[in-house]
């Protein structure tokens, strides 16, 4: 069974930087495996916001192209959001999420609040 666990949230001020990691479960091979960060903000859709492919492609959501940077750890086991500039409008809750096969794990989230 993988397990995720999100940390790195926060409050911050509009224009800091936040630096999200998503440690998955020992044991587990991940190299075949797509690697996500989501966020839901209140009243809207889990929205997919930066992911990495089992074949090493890397996207991006249009809003955070420029500002975020995804990357793994050497082993896949670890997955890096690095949010820099951030705007109000990136307050949500982030998750973490694993496509293995047909299988998707989730984290249970971390929360992002930025004020203006």
């Known amino acids: 069974q993988v397990r995720l666990g999100e940390s790195g949230g926060g409050s911050v001020q509009a224009g800091e930087s936040l630096r999200l990691s998503c440690e998955a479960s020992?044991?587990?091979?991940?190299?075949?495996?797509?690697e996500s960060w989501f966020r839901q903000a209140p009243e809207k859709e889990r929205e997919r916001v930066a992911g990495?492919?089992?074949?090493?492609?890397?996207t991006y959501v249009n809003s955070v192209k420029g500002r975020f940077t995804i990357s793994q750890g050497g082993t896949k086991r670890t997955l890096i959001l690095k949010m820099n500039s951030l705007k109000p409008e990136d307050t949500a809750m982030y998750y973490c999420?694993?496509?293995?096969?047909?299988?998707?794990?989730w984290g249970r989230g971390t929360q992002v609040t930025v004020s203006s």
């Open positions: 999420n694993f496509r293995c096969g047909r299988q998707d794990y």
């Open positions: 990495i492919d089992s074949d090493g492609t890397i």
């Open positions: 020992d044991g587990y091979y991940y190299g075949s495996c797509d």
